[in-house]
């Protein structure tokens, strides 16, 4: 806890001390026998019920309102000998990769002050990247448990919706199922996350929340030593890598390869497709009115302004300004005419265009007969203030959001100096203004992490989990010989 405090002081990233964990530290040590995560200090992100404590998703009107009893998640982790002891901090809203609402402030990036942590789980991200945690446990709707792992330089897991409980979590837009929400745990090392995973999925989690499939942890999964067949990607031709996201992959690519893995080629299909006609469909589909109904009487954080402006404005003059902006900007001209209401009818026709592009992408890995998918993640850590003019930014993580495929990010290499260099002459795939603020947001990053995002099929969490040892084990083991 000590730690934890000094940490915050520099990054601000600590929003609520959880005291009842120095209470449950003395039950604990009386209890004779020592489950998986005794004595575990874990951290939880402000959307996730602490019995008690506030969840307040950085908005105002959600303070002193303290959850009547501890989410699945959290009462799982106690049962396990695990000591929850502080929440973390969010962008406003959550629905944002930067890290900053009008509560708390803005938390800061502990590699560098002047860049974001990421988020939505930001305030995890920075504060296990500092020492002041060693697990933690946030929740995923579009990167958020990964972008601030890649960023923070530190390991996530995004798990299949449904493999671990959400019951007692607060979402940024209640009701919304297109995008799944995914939760999983943080930590500075895979070894942390597969502990993790090994407490959670248990008779406890299964009798709490019977709607989560009694699928305990394959041990005989994640210990295989069976040659991989990994499918990789260096760009989903939406969002241009930086020099060092492409490299990243690349060189993990090599390292994968050297080791008797077999490495396939892959290509992503129609992401733009996904990012507009699905993605900002499916969060929108009510015409934002569940999302602005949380900012009723709220004052709004600057991050989170450009996102609001769009929400705010009628559907008729959406649609004009997409008319008007097709010819110039193409892809701001398909965002706003994508967010617009939709009837029942044309929702279900897009849970059955979602159902298709799973299936269409599924069949494209089994045609390659992959094991594992390895790809780019966003990165590095962008300035504060840019995540929210760049929504587009979180294509390479939000597709898994939509195909609900576990996904993870593992740290592999830092920006260099050849790396900045080259990204003077980046023009991304579009060179529109996005593109260029792309470049804008990751430019000074040198000596910064940057990760790959190791991805499995639906309910192989133990599989991805497996690929981001081997990761992890083979990128050490090279930093050691440099």
Known sequence: MDKALQVTKDINCVTDYLQESESQLQQVKRQKKKDLLYGVPVSIKDSINCKGHDSTLGLVKRLNQPAAEDCVVVQVLKRRGALPFVKTNVPQSLLNYDCSNLIFGQTVNPLDHSKTPGGSSGGEGALISSG???????????????????????CSLKATGGRLSKKGMVSSIPGQKSAVVGVGPMARDVDSLVLCMRALLCED???????????????EVFSSSRPLRVGYYDTDSFTMPGPSMRRAVLETKQLLENAGHTLVPFKPCRIEHLMFDISVRGLFADGCSTFLDRFQGELEDPNIKQLLLLCKAPGWLRSLLSWISKPIVPRLAKVLGNMNERSVKELWKLHCEIEEYCQEFITEWRKLDLDVMLCPVVGPAFQIGFPGKLSVAASYTILYNYLDFPAGVVPVTEVTKEDEEELKNHRGHYNDWWDKVFVKAIRGGVGLPVAVQCVALPWQEELCLRFMKEVETLTRRRQRKL
């Open 132 to 154: 002041g945690s060693i697990l933690g446990i946030g929740t995923d709707v579009g990167g958020s448990l990964r972008i601030p792992a890649a960023f923070c330089g530190i």
């Open 205 to 219: 989690m299964f009798h709490l929340d019977p709607t989560v499939p009694p699928v305990p942890f394959n041990e």
